[in-house]
């Protein structure tokens, strides 16, 4: 019985299996890369969001933008505005999943 148990643990370990990358993860690394900032106009009291660095998708970014200033108007603090992005963010991550498949590698 020991026996089987180290033949067991001495056995080497079966390759990783590398699965093709999830949409959503892709999705996400490209979120990653984007920055954007969101500046309000004194006499008009407006507020748009410059996008500082590109995901290389300019319906990615603009989704961005969109749920960026919809939390810019009711949220002044950051803990406010990460609590009010990160569902924002993960519906923008499952909508671009399902609209783009993942690249080819």
């Known amino acids: 019985m020991l026996l089987i148990l180290v033949a067991v643990l001495a056995a ?3 390759a990783p299996v590398t699965a093709p990358p999830d ?6 690394e490209r979120m990653k890369r984007v920055r954007v900032v969101t500046r309000r106009d004194r006499k008009t009291g407006g507020t748009r969001c410059l996008v500082r660095r590109t995901s290389g998708d300019d319906g990615l970014d603009q989704a961005i933008c969109e749920a960026t200033l919809a939390c810019a108007q009711t949220e002044t603090k950051i803990e406010g505005m990460i609590a009010c992005l990160n569902p924002r963010m993960a519906a923008v991550a499952q909508r671009f999943a399902k609209r783009s498949p993942a690249p080819e590698q």
């Open 12 to 14: 080497p370990a079966p």
């Open 23 to 28: 949409e959503v993860v892709v999705v996400g």
